[in-house]
């Protein structure tokens, strides 16, 4: 019970803390169409930034059903080819299950009733239609332009869910690995340049509170914890600082791959499913070696790689056929236009969905961890 009293203190303290950042509203553009230069400082200085009301309820709506299909389509064990009903799983790779063991690994109670849960969807552009149109989102992608200039490129996308008083935790990390200075400092100078890691984008169809969302730790993204033999904290500790990123259905939280961030197990009444997307500075991107941990069909893998200009732009691909993909969905809509280059056909049909699924081939095959 004690501990129950201490993790509501701290949520609602993490809660008021998070308020008082000053950095979350709605999307808000200058004459130029560059996002509010108060935006961009916040989202400099704290390391992350919460959008209000980019999605409108038919999105959500969308988002939700489709999201829901392929949860049910999950298989019920690690490695298990059918689903709950019996019917065969379409993309049986492509979920993470957490089952007893992975609890324990993190010192965290096993609480569900089945033998395992699915803690992440990774690649949903592929799955989910809803998924490919919100990539081609045109606010999110001017704001993108915003940060990481015209030509920005992709990252990786994945969905985290975070079922009723079961959801796994995600570990405290910081996920960029690679534009680090000798002492463990950010080359991402406070202004937003220079080389860097990107962003994590949290598009959530769900209420996010303090008890199942991603927390921050804000400020975090100026130096790497790994530096010198550093390790991340355990998931088990409450670090003081961290605020949660709560979020509204059609919220999208902008996280600095940088920063310190993790969730502790959803314990509460309220799932989370949040879609993580996110684009890089080209030059960041474009020569840089490094190890990729996301072009595979899970987590769990690593290969050592150095970024060619054909494989940015085979992958970069993506943005224009997602713009497509929401044209044809929303023909009211002024489309996003893509300044980057790219490779391949940028249109949206049947070929398409046929070429970025072909097995050995699929769009995720590259993409871009840094
Ligand atoms: O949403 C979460 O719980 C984790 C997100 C995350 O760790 C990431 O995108 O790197």
Request: with cysteine; net charge negative; proline share 6%.
């Amino acid at each position: 019970m004690a501990d129950e009293d201490d993790w509501i203190a701290y949520c609602e303290d993490g809660q008021r803390r998070a308020l008082e950042l000053g950095n979350r509203g709605p999307m808000r553009f200058d004459a130029n169409g560059r996002l509010a230069q108060d935006i961009l400082d916040a989202y400099r200085e704290n390391g992350f930034y919460v959008f209000e009301g980019v999605l409108e309820q038919a999105e959500i709506d969308d988002l939700t059903t489709e999201f829901d299909e392929v949860l049910a389509n999950a298989p019920t064990e690690k490695g298990g080819l059918t689903d709950a009903q019996g019917q065969r799983t379409t993309f049986p790779g492509y979920y993470s299950l957490s089952d007893r063991s992975d609890f324990e690994k993190l010192g965290v109670p096993w609480q569900a009733a089945t033998n395992a849960i699915v803690g992440l969807i990774s690649h949903p552009l592929m799955m989910m239609d809803s998924a490919l149109r919100v990539y081609g989102h045109p606010e999110i992608l001017k704001m993108v332009a915003s940060v990481h200039g015209d030509d920005f490129v992709p990252f990786h996308e994945s969905i985290f869910h975070k079922g009723v008083g079961e959801g796994p935790p995600t570990a405290w990390h910081q996920d960029g690995r690679t534009h680090w200075d000798e002492e463990g400092r950010a080359l991402e100078t406070p202004d937003g340049q220079g080389k860097r890691h990107g962003f994590n984008l949290s598009v959530s169809w769900s209420t996010c509170t303090p008890e199942n969302s991603l927390w921050v730790v804000p400020g975090s993204h100026r130096s790497w914890r790994l530096h010198d033999g550093g390790k991340f904290p355990p998931i088990t500790e409450r670090i003081p600082e961290a605020v949660p990123m709560m979020l509204a259905p059609g919220d999208c939280g902008m996280v600095n791959r940088s920063s310190l961030h993790g969730s502790y197990s959803n314990r509460s009444d309220e799932r989370r499913v949040t879609m993580v997307l996110g684009f890089h500075n080209r030059d960041s991107a474009i020569g840089t070696s490094t190890t990729n941990v996301h072009a595979f069909q899970r987590p769990g893998k690593i290969k050592r790689i150095t970024y060619s200009r054909e494989y940015v732009e085979k992958r970069s691909r993506m943005i224009p056929v997602a713009i497509d993909a929401r044209r044809q969905r929303y023909p009211h809509e002024t489309p996003y236009e893509y300044q980057g280059a790219y490779l391949g056909k940028g249109e949206w049909d049947d070929q398409v969905r046929a070429e970025i699924a072909q097995p050995g081939d699929e769009y995720w095959q590259r993409d871009i961890t840094l």
